[in-house]
Structures are given as structure tokens and as C-alpha cells.
């Protein structure tokens, strides 16, 4: 029985080591590439690196440590804010993804704990239609959205980017189903002290869905950061591109500048990893299993 | 009197994001639903709001030089309502509208005021109709697509890539799927076996699913590129280097595998937890009734994870039914298309959106059939 449960452990070992290898290994490379020079010098005269070499020939004894062969640079991140116009990607997406998020922890909070605690005449009925939206794939209603928009002069704007996405359905549910958890006695006690509703809202009930709250806003934010496909149909001009559509700008039918491009990718991840780094905790444990309720 | 305090509140708070979901979900269903029947144009939809100066186009269409000396009925005689709008304006029109302006449309007052130069100011087709249109200038107002009844929809039904797209997503999703739901469940059995480093592997699995989509395509189209990493590993079990993305029998297998390797970490997180919350004393009571290895793993672990299967299912198959970015990435050739990007491409790049909202709409009901059956076969499994 022991050896059984030995031999089950080290083949998890091998299992999750080598899978971890085909996890972060594009990641890995990426790294690398966006390291490599484009041109490098040997006794003043220039050479050309090959990114596809293989094996990547790297030298961390070296100063500064080689890849490819050559010494390593970080010129490349620089060189992304200098051919685009990176830093108004970054300022976009961060306008783009914040607004959407803060909207919605407001919209869904409100619409949340008002299925969970309110009575109201409809209530019921209200709440299936909406979570019978889920079934609506994007793509189906994309056109009308994007006429809309039209219609509206939004094409083109933060408004247009950000109007259609302040409130969803998964985050009221989400909000409902956590407001829902919290002991209705709480309410009834402040109930009898003379609370309004408002009130209940706002000092009793809210505070203790904080976890909630910061479950939605990393969703919220991270689905919002890495959004291609409404960005693509909404955005037409360079000065309103988010990241995932100025990723595109490193190829060009004639040449990829895969150093460029891929400094770029890694720096629009490393946010996401430094959220998902510091609030762990939140995803693995409230992420999962809220999303599980659902 | 209480209660309709309650009441207020209630609506108010659900207010907002009720109108938003009823404006940008419910009614573009509908939207979608009624461009299906017609032959909606992109290219065509600011045609009455298009601003243009008038005396300009007149003297064009008119070949006027000059504009001292006019003869009223000598330009009279050359100007053709009709073409001028459809030619010079640029503006499509309907037969019944054709008909209208032949009736309705004031040549003698347009042409008069050319004369006085009064027509010399930017206006919209629209406002050019509300002024020179006797009758019916509403017709002329905004741009209405002409209805075309099921027309859209043969032709959908006879169009081979529309059938190429739509197979190309079942089958999408259906190797995607499983595929990632298995080994999401075996990462996740591997790491719940009290073993060091969980939370490394868990970080590991992780990062793909929170890189945005555009990120990992661009850093696949590294990998796949022919003298790329991807074919150099395999290139030591001897299989030959492929252009994977150029090939159009590989280019779509190649893009499903990255999909799994984007989503299985995130699913494996789910399990995993899952896995956690089963009691020890469920475990031991079966180790007592001697499962062991795999038959306690079939008849006991899998069982009372059927909640997580159920939801990983369901993800996986809204997402890969659905799946874009990816595709507008990578794939080149139209015959691997999935249908959303066929919906994106007829909609965005040619204008049709007409024939782009037919494919949506059949589309949908395709997906809300899948998904109702999927239900069943789930909940039926929970019989056993």
C-alpha cells in the first residue's frame, strides 16, 4: 500500500513538472526573443541575430548574458514606445478597463442585492430573462451594437469602448448570489434600528461582500484588459487602439518584428500576473467556487 | 404603504443595469433577427448623413463652369433627378423611391436656386430630401435596408464556406473540449496528491489563462513558425518540420491545441478545488470497501466532481463555439475560418451585414440547441 501511494506521487511529479515545462515555456521564449538584439557588433561590424536558432545558445556567465549569441538588451521594451504610440495603448486600456470595472461594481452591486433582498412585483421573471441572456453569444449581437453605436457618434470613442459594457449579467449574479449568503438577521436587526434601505445597502450589507466586490473587479478588470473583439470592431484610429489591438501594429505584410512584438506581449501579461500574483488568494479560493455557484 | 417603498427601491436599483442589458442584449437579438430578413450594407448606412455642398455637385453633375448667364430651362432639360441623386449623390434607391422622386422631387425650385446661388451650403442627403421632396420626403430620411424574406437564408444554405465555418467550430469544440476537461482533471488528481510545490504549479497552469488572447497568438505564431520552436522539439521524436499556420489541414488543430493549453490550467484550478472539498472520510470509507487507483478514481472522485465537470463542460463549450481572437490571429486561409470570424468578415470587411446577421441568427439557434442537449445528456448522467 505504501509503494502504491510512492509510485502514484512521483508519476504526479513527472506529470505536473512536465506539463509546468508546456506552460511557461512560450513564455520562456518570449522572453528570450524580446531580450535578443536586432543587430549586434562585433569589432565594429554589425550582425544579424537569428531568433529561431536553435538551440537558443544562451550565456549567463557573460556580461551582459547572451541569447541567440548575442549579448542581451533591453532596448527592445524601449524601442516599443518609440515606433508606437505604446503609452496611449497602455493609457486606453487602462481607461477602458478601469471605467468598465468601476461601473460595474457599482451597476451590478446595486442590481445584485436588490434580486437578493428587495420584493418587488416581477422580481422573479426580471431575474430569468436576464440570466437567459448568458446563452447570447457576443458575436450574434455584435452588428446591432456596433450600428447603435453609429447611430450614437460613439464609434470611435471611450464612450462607444465603454458604454456597452458597464453592467453584465454573470457580475449581478455573482453579487446576488454573495449577497444572498449574508445573514438575513443582519438586515432585520437594522431594519428595526430604522435603517432605509439605502442605508442597509451601504453599511450593513456591502462591507461584508467585500470579498465579492474584489472578485468581480479582478474578472472585471482582466476580461476588460485582454478584450479583442469589441476594441477591434469599436476602434478605428491608431490614438484609440487598446493593447490587444496595438499588438498587431509589429506585423506588417512584409516583416514581423518579432523582437518588438514580443517585448510587447510580455509587457501587456506582466500586469496581469502581478494582479493574479498579489490577489491570489481571491481567485483560486472565491474565483473558482463562486463561479462554481453559477 | 411600506411595501411601496420597497418596491421603488427595488426598480431603482435594478434600473440600470437592467436597461443596459435590455439595450446592448435583448433588443439587438431582435435588431440582429429583422437585418437577417434584409440586405443591411455598412457601406450604405451613412448614406443620408453624409454632408456634401450642393451647388458643388449641381455644377458638376450640370457642367457648369461659369455660373453667370444661367438658363433655367436650358439646365431644366439636362437634369435628371434620378441619376443626379444615384451618380452624383451616391445614394442608393429602391424602386419605389425612384418612383417617388420622379413625381415628387422639385427640379424647377432646386434648379432656381442654383441659379440665386442659395444651394451653396453643406447639407445631408437627408435634409436635401426634406427640402426639395414635396411629398414623401420621409422616405428619405435615414438609410432602410430593402427586405429580402428567407433570401439571405438560401443563400446561406448554398454557401460551401458557410458550411465549412460552421464544421469547423463543431469540430473545434468538439476536441477542444473534452480534451481540456481530461487533462485539467489529471493535473488537478496529480496535484492533490500532497505533493510540494502546489502553488508553483498552480501559478504555472495559471498564467496562460490570464494572458490576453491577442498576447498568446502572437507568441504561437513564434512558436509555429517553420523553423520555430514547436517543430524543433519535434523534430527529436522524428516528426518532420510542418508551416503549421499556412497549412490548412494543420492550421486549425494547431490553433485548437493552444487552445487547450490556454484553458486547461484555469479549469484545472476548478477541479482542483473541487477536489479539495470532497470529505477524507468519503475517501477512506471507499479505500475500506477496497477501490483502489482507478476504480476509486471512476466511481468515486469522478462522481463527486460532476458539478465541476458540469461547469467546465459549459464553459468550454460556450467558449469554443464562440471562439475569435485566436482565428483572426492565426489562421490565413478562409477554409478554416470558424463561423463567428465568417459572421466578423461578412459584417466588417464586405459590409453585408444582412447575410453576416442571417449567419448569426442561424448560428445562435445552433448554439441553443447544443446547449439544451448538452443539459439533458449532463443531468441524465447524474442518474448513475
Same mark, same amino acid.
Given at each position: 500500500?505504501?509503494?502504491?501511494?510512492? *509510485?502514484?506521487?512521483?508519476?504526479?511529479?513527472?506529470?505536473?513538472?512536465? $506539463?509546468?515545462?508546456?506552460?511557461?515555456?512560450?513564455?520562456?521564449?518570449?522572453?528570450?526573443?524580446?531580450?535578443?538584439?536586432?543587430?549586434?557588433?562585433?569589432?565594429?561590424?554589425?550582425?544579424?541575430?537569428?531568433?529561431?536558432?536553435?538551440?537558443?545558445?544562451?550565456?549567463?556567465?557573460?556580461?551582459?548574458?547572451?541569447? &541567440?549569441?548575442?549579448?542581451?538588451?533591453?532596448?527592445?521594451?524601449?524601442?516599443?514606445?518609440?515606433?508606437?504610440? @505604446?503609452?496611449?495603448?497602455?493609457?486606453?486600456?487602462?481607461?477602458?478597463? +478601469?471605467?468598465? *470595472?468601476?461601473?460595474?461594481?457599482?451597476?451590478?452591486?446595486?442590481?445584485?442585492?436588490? =434580486?437578493?433582498?428587495?420584493?418587488?412585483?416581477?422580481?422573479?421573471?426580471?431575474?430569468?430573462?436576464?440570466?437567459?441572456?448568458?446563452?447570447?453569444?457576443?458575436?450574434?449581437?455584435?452588428?446591432?451594437?456596433?450600428?447603435?453605436?453609429?447611430?450614437?457618434?460613439?464609434?470611435?470613442? $471611450?464612450?462607444?469602448?465603454? &458604454?456597452?459594457?458597464?453592467?453584465?449579467?454573470?457580475?449581478?449574479?455573482?453579487?446576488?448570489?454573495?449577497?444572498?449568503?449574508?445573514?438575513?438577521?443582519?438586515?432585520?436587526?437594522?431594519?428595526?434600528?430604522?435603517?432605509?434601505?439605502?442605508?442597509? @445597502?451601504?453599511?450593513?450589507?456591502?462591507?461584508?461582500?467585500?470579498?465579492?466586490?474584489?472578485?468581480?473587479?479582478?474578472?472585471?478588470? !482582466?476580461?476588460?484588459?485582454?478584450?479583442?473583439?469589441?476594441?477591434?470592431?469599436?476602434?478605428?484610429?491608431?490614438?484609440?487602439?487598446?493593447?490587444?489591438? +496595438?499588438?498587431?501594429?509589429?506585423?506588417?505584410?512584409?516583416?514581423? =518584428?518579432?523582437?518588438?512584438?514580443?517585448?510587447?506581449?510580455?509587457?501587456?501579461?506582466?500586469? !496581469?500576473?502581478?494582479?493574479?500574483?498579489?490577489?491570489?488568494?481571491?481567485?483560486?479560493?472565491?474565483?473558482?467556487?463562486?463561479?462554481?455557484?453559477? | 404603504?411600506?411595501?411601496?417603498?420597497?418596491?421603488?427601491? +427595488?426598480?431603482?436599483?435594478?434600473?440600470?443595469?437592467?436597461?443596459?442589458?435590455?439595450?446592448?442584449?435583448?433588443?439587438?437579438?431582435?435588431?440582429?433577427?429583422?437585418? /437577417?430578413?434584409?440586405? $443591411?450594407?455598412?457601406?450604405?448606412?451613412?448614406? $443620408?448623413? %453624409?454632408?456634401?455642398?450642393?451647388?458643388?455637385?449641381?455644377?458638376?453633375?450640370?457642367?457648369?463652369?461659369?455660373?453667370?448667364?444661367?438658363?433655367?430651362?436650358?439646365?431644366?432639360?439636362?437634369?435628371?433627378?434620378?441619376?443626379?441623386? #444615384?451618380?452624383?449623390?451616391?445614394?442608393?434607391?429602391?424602386?419605389?423611391?425612384?418612383?417617388?422622386?420622379?413625381?415628387?422631387?422639385?427640379?424647377?425650385?432646386?434648379?432656381?436656386?442654383?441659379?440665386?446661388?442659395?444651394?451653396?451650403?453643406?447639407?445631408?442627403? %437627408? #435634409?436635401?430630401?426634406?427640402?426639395? !421632396?414635396?411629398?414623401?420626403?420621409?422616405?428619405?430620411?435615414?438609410?432602410?435596408?430593402?427586405?429580402?424574406?428567407?433570401?439571405? &437564408? *438560401?443563400?446561406?444554405?448554398?454557401?460551401?464556406?458557410?458550411?465549412?465555418?460552421?464544421?469547423?467550430?463543431?469540430?473545434?469544440?468538439? =476536441?477542444?473540449?473534452?480534451?481540456?476537461?481530461?487533462?485539467?482533471?489529471?493535473?488537478?488528481?496529480?496535484?492533490?496528491?500532497?505533493?510540494?510545490?502546489?502553488?508553483?504549479?498552480?501559478?504555472?497552469?495559471?498564467?496562460? /489563462?490570464?494572458?490576453?488572447?491577442?498576447?498568446?497568438?502572437?507568441?504561437?505564431?513564434?512558436?509555429?513558425?517553420?523553423?520555430?520552436?514547436?517543430?524543433?522539439?519535434?523534430?527529436?521524436?522524428?516528426?518532420?518540420?510542418?508551416?503549421?499556420?499556412?497549412?490548412?489541414?494543420?492550421?486549425?488543430?494547431?490553433?485548437?491545441?493552444?487552445?487547450?493549453?490556454?484553458?486547461?490550467?484555469?479549469?484545472?484550478?476548478?477541479?482542483?478545488?473541487?477536489? #479539495?472539498?470532497?470529505?477524507?472520510?468519503?475517501?477512506?470509507?471507499?479505500?475500506?470497501?477496497?477501490?483502489?487507483?482507478?476504480?476509486? @478514481?471512476?466511481?468515486?472522485?469522478?462522481?463527486?466532481?460532476?458539478?465541476?465537470?458540469?461547469?467546465?463542460?459549459?464553459?468550454?463549450?460556450?467558449?469554443?463555439?464562440?471562439? &475569435?481572437?485566436?482565428?483572426? =490571429?492565426?489562421?490565413?486561409?478562409?477554409?478554416?475560418?470558424?463561423?463567428?470570424?465568417?459572421?466578423?468578415?461578412?459584417?466588417?470587411?464586405?459590409?453585408?451585414?444582412?447575410?453576416?446577421?442571417?449567419?448569426?441568427?442561424?448560428? @445562435? %439557434?445552433?448554439?441553443?440547441?447544443?446547449?439544451?442537449? #448538452?443539459?439533458?445528456?449532463?443531468?441524465?448522467?447524474?442518474?448513475?
Amino acid at each position: 500500500m505504501e509503494k502504491r501511494w510512492h *509510485t502514484a506521487r512521483i508519476i504526479s511529479y513527472i506529470v505536473l513538472m512536465v $506539463y509546468a515545462i508546456v506552460s511557461l515555456s512560450p513564455f520562456i521564449w518570449a522572453f528570450l526573443v524580446s531580450v535578443a538584439p536586432m543587430i549586434y557588433h562585433i569589432n565594429g561590424k554589425p550582425m544579424g541575430v537569428n531568433i529561431m536558432q536553435w538551440p537558443p545558445e544562451i550565456n549567463i556567465f557573460k556580461f551582459p548574458p547572451e541569447v &541567440f549569441g548575442a549579448p542581451s538588451t533591453a532596448s527592445n521594451y524601449a524601442k516599443v514606445f518609440e515606433v508606437t504610440p @505604446f503609452a496611449r495603448w497602455i493609457l486606453n486600456t487602462v481607461i477602458y478597463a +478601469g471605467s468598465v *470595472t468601476l461601473a460595474n461594481l457599482v451597476l451590478d452591486a446595486f442590481a445584485g442585492f436588490a =434580486f437578493a433582498r428587495l420584493r418587488f412585483p416581477g422580481r422573479n421573471l426580471i431575474f430569468t430573462l436576464l440570466l437567459g441572456t448568458l446563452m447570447v453569444p457576443f458575436p450574434v449581437i455584435i452588428i446591432p451594437i456596433y450600428n447603435m453605436m453609429v447611430s450614437f457618434n460613439l464609434a470611435n470613442t $471611450y464612450g462607444g469602448l465603454i &458604454f456597452p459594457k458597464i453592467a453584465s449579467v454573470t457580475g449581478l449574479f455573482l453579487m446576488r448570489q454573495f449577497y444572498m449568503s449574508i445573514p438575513l438577521e443582519m438586515d432585520e436587526a437594522a431594519k428595526i434600528d430604522g435603517a432605509g434601505i439605502f442605508r442597509r @445597502f451601504w453599511q450593513i450589507d456591502s462591507p461584508m461582500a467585500l470579498p465579492a466586490f474584489a472578485t468581480l473587479a479582478i474578472y472585471t478588470f !482582466m476580461g476588460t484588459w485582454n478584450d479583442f473583439l469589441w476594441p477591434l470592431i469599436i476602434t478605428s484610429s491608431k490614438n484609440m487602439f487598446t493593447l490587444t489591438m +496595438g499588438l498587431n501594429f509589429f506585423r506588417t505584410s512584409y516583416y514581423t =518584428f518579432w523582437q518588438l512584438m514580443m517585448a510587447a506581449s510580455i509587457l501587456m501579461t506582466v500586469p !496581469m500576473i502581478v494582479i493574479f500574483l498579489s490577489l491570489q488568494k481571491q481567485f483560486v479560493e472565491t474565483g473558482a467556487t463562486s463561479a462554481l455557484k453559477g | 404603504m411600506k411595501h411601496y417603498k420597497e418596491w421603488i427601491a +427595488g426598480y431603482f436599483f435594478i434600473a440600470p443595469a437592467v436597461a443596459i442589458v435590455a439595450l446592448f442584449v435583448i433588443y439587438p437579438i431582435f435588431v440582429s433577427f429583422y437585418y /437577417s430578413f434584409t440586405n $443591411y450594407n455598412a457601406l450604405r448606412q451613412q448614406e $443620408y448623413k %453624409a454632408t456634401f455642398n450642393l451647388q458643388d455637385q449641381l455644377q458638376e453633375y450640370l457642367m457648369v463652369l461659369n455660373m453667370k448667364d444661367l438658363d433655367a430651362k436650358d439646365l431644366l432639360s439636362q437634369f435628371d433627378p434620378v441619376d443626379f441623386v #444615384q451618380i452624383q449623390l451616391g445614394i442608393h434607391l429602391k424602386p419605389n423611391q425612384v418612383r417617388s422622386i420622379r413625381k415628387n422631387l422639385n427640379s424647377k425650385k432646386l434648379i432656381n436656386d442654383f441659379i440665386a446661388l442659395k444651394t451653396n451650403r453643406k447639407m445631408s442627403g %437627408a #435634409q436635401f430630401f426634406a427640402i426639395y !421632396m414635396t411629398k414623401d420626403a420621409s422616405m428619405f430620411s435615414r438609410y432602410i435596408p430593402q427586405w429580402l424574406g428567407f433570401e439571405n &437564408f *438560401t443563400k446561406m444554405f448554398k454557401d460551401p464556406l458557410f458550411w465549412k465555418t460552421l464544421e469547423n467550430s463543431v469540430i473545434f469544440s468538439l =476536441f477542444v473540449t473534452p480534451i481540456q476537461t481530461i487533462l485539467a482533471l489529471l493535473l488537478a488528481v496529480a496535484a492533490n496528491q500532497k505533493i510540494r510545490g502546489v502553488k508553483f504549479f498552480k501559478l504555472s497552469f495559471y498564467i496562460p /489563462s490570464i494572458t490576453s488572447s491577442a498576447a498568446i497568438s502572437m507568441i504561437f505564431l513564434l512558436l509555429y513558425a517553420k523553423p520555430g520552436l514547436i517543430n524543433r522539439v519535434l523534430g527529436y521524436i522524428g516528426i518532420p518540420a510542418v508551416d503549421w499556420l499556412s497549412n490548412t489541414s494543420t492550421a486549425l488543430p494547431a490553433v485548437m491545441a493552444m487552445n487547450i493549453w490556454t484553458t486547461a490550467g484555469y479549469f484545472m484550478v476548478v477541479f482542483l478545488a473541487g477536489l #479539495q472539498n470532497i470529505p477524507k472520510s468519503l475517501i477512506e470509507a471507499s479505500e475500506l470497501d477496497g477501490a483502489q487507483g482507478w476504480t476509486r @478514481f471512476w466511481k468515486v472522485i469522478v462522481p463527486l466532481l460532476k458539478p465541476q465537470v458540469a461547469y467546465v463542460v459549459t464553459l468550454g463549450l460556450i467558449g469554443t463555439l464562440q471562439v &475569435f481572437d485566436q482565428i483572426y =490571429f492565426l489562421i490565413k486561409n478562409q477554409v478554416n475560418y470558424t463561423t463567428s470570424m465568417y459572421i466578423y468578415v461578412n459584417a466588417f470587411s464586405y459590409g453585408h451585414m444582412g447575410y453576416a446577421s442571417a449567419i448569426a441568427v442561424f448560428f @445562435f %439557434a445552433f448554439i441553443m440547441i447544443l446547449t439544451l442537449i #448538452q443539459r439533458r445528456v449532463v443531468s441524465e448522467e447524474s442518474y448513475f
